[in-house]
C-alpha cells in the first residue's frame, strides 16, 4: 500500500494558476503510474490526468488540455499537476492517485490502488 499526501490547493481569481503536489511513500513509487482526479460539489469523482511510471506518456481528459500539465520526479517520489489559465468550473476537490498494479496505466477509479486525502481548488469568477 503507498501512502499519498497531497498540497497546493487554494483560493485563486480565474486565470491564475496553482501547482499541486503529491508526495508518495510505502512502495516502489518508480514502478506505478500516477494521477489526478476531481470532485465538484454534487458530482461525480472524474479523471483528470495521468502519467506513466517513466513519465513519457500523460494524458488529459480534453477540459483541461493544454492547460493543466502532469509531471513526476522519481528520485523525490512525487507528482505535480500544474495548473495554469484557471476557470471558476475547475472548483473541486483535488485527489492524487496511486495504479493499482506496476505499469498499468491510470484510466478511470477503476485502475486506482491507492488515493490521498484530497486538497480543495477553488477559482472565483
Known amino acids: 500500500q503507498v501512502q499519498l499526501v497531497e498540497s497546493g490547493g487554494g483560493l485563486v481569481q480565474a486565470g491564475g494558476s496553482l501547482r499541486l503536489s503529491c508526495a508518495a511513500s510505502g512502495r516502489t513509487f518508480i514502478s506505478y503510474s500516477m494521477g489526478w482526479f476531481r470532485q465538484a460539489p454534487g458530482k461525480e469523482r472524474e479523471f483528470v490526468c495521468a502519467?506513466?511510471?517513466?513519465?513519457?506518456?500523460?494524458y488529459y481528459v480534453d477540459s483541461v488540455k493544454g492547460r493543466f500539465t502532469i509531471s513526476r520526479d522519481n528520485a523525490k517520489n512525487t507528482v505535480y499537476l500544474q495548473m495554469d489559465s484557471l476557470k471558476p468550473e475547475d472548483t473541486a476537490v483535488y485527489y492524487c492517485a496511486a495504479a493499482q498494479s506496476p505499469y498499468v496505466r491510470i484510466k478511470d477509479h477503476t485502475d486506482v490502488g491507492s488515493w490521498g486525502q484530497g486538497t480543495q481548488v477553488t477559482v472565483s469568477s
Open positions: 502519467i506513466s511510471w517513466s513519465g513519457g506518456y500523460r
